[in-house]
């Protein structure tokens, strides 16, 4: 595709919730990052994928949080139980290979209610 | 990621060049220095990277020092929409500090 394509671009869910977030790379891109941005903060790594291997997944706050690239290509990021204080932007990006520029996508603005 | 040290905020007078420094004193060898700004509410967004070169593209200037354990971007002639939060970072996973907020002014 032409650019990081993300889906939902809104998703509004209610407490204990389970959520799926979808990222759609851009074609060929090795590497798929995902991150979660609060209002006023700088993007917050969450984990990276380099093809389908989960190469880091410090960044996940909790078991409730995991992440899949089971091709290579689409990812998704799926909360479980989900709780108010996770709502946030989630933003994921793809890079050709691992020490190129990164493409950001549009987000995923969560709210949990 | 080696980390990355920047100021919280800087001004810059609109059509100067706007100098954001970076401090990345335990790069490692094979450590790219990456700069990306964030406008608002939109996703980061590539400026220019580099090793131990200089570089320059149609957007900025990178300068890293001879040690490379600091870099400079250089804006050379800054308008409004220049106006971000920028971030330095040491590329292996692409993790973001806190950044430089810019407010450029007329």
């Known amino acids: 595709g032409a650019g990081v394509s993300q889906s939902p671009r809104y998703k509004v869910t209610k407490r204990g919730q389970d959520v799926a977030l979808r990222c759609d790379p851009i074609?060929?891109?090795?590497?798929l990052y995902w991150y979660r941005q609060a209002l006023g903060q700088g993007p917050e790594f969450l984990t990276y994928?380099?093809?389908?291997?989960?190469?880091?997944k410090s960044g996940l706050p909790n078991d409730r949080f995991s992440a899949e690239r089971p091709e290579g290509s689409i990812s998704t990021l799926t909360i479980q139980r989900t709780e108010q204080r996770d709502s946030a932007m989630y933003r994921c990006a793809s890079s050709l290979a691992w020490n190129t520029e990164a493409f950001f996508g549009q987000g995923t603005r969560l709210t949990v209610v | 990621d080696a980390k990355t040290t920047q100021p919280p905020s800087m001004d810059c007078a609109e059509g100067r060049a706007a100098n954001l420094p970076c401090n990345h004193s335990?790069?490692?060898?094979?450590?790219?220095v990456y700069w990306y700004r964030q406008i608002h509410s939109q996703g980061p967004q590539y400026i220019i990277h580099?090793?131990?070169n200089n570089e320059t593209n149609e957007m900025a200037s990178l300068i890293i020092t001879e040690d490379r354990k600091s870099s400079t971007l250089i804006l050379p002639h800054a308008t409004l929409r220049d106006t971000a939060v920028y971030y330095c970072?040491?590329?292996?996973?692409?993790?973001f500090g806190t950044g430089t907020r810019l407010q450029v002014t007329l």
């Open positions: 994928f380099n093809y389908e291997a989960q190469q880091d």
């Open positions: 335990t790069i490692s060898g094979n450590e790219y």
């Open positions: 074609s060929g891109h090795v590497s």
């Open positions: 970072i040491v590329r292996s996973k692409l993790t």
């Open positions: 580099g090793l131990k």
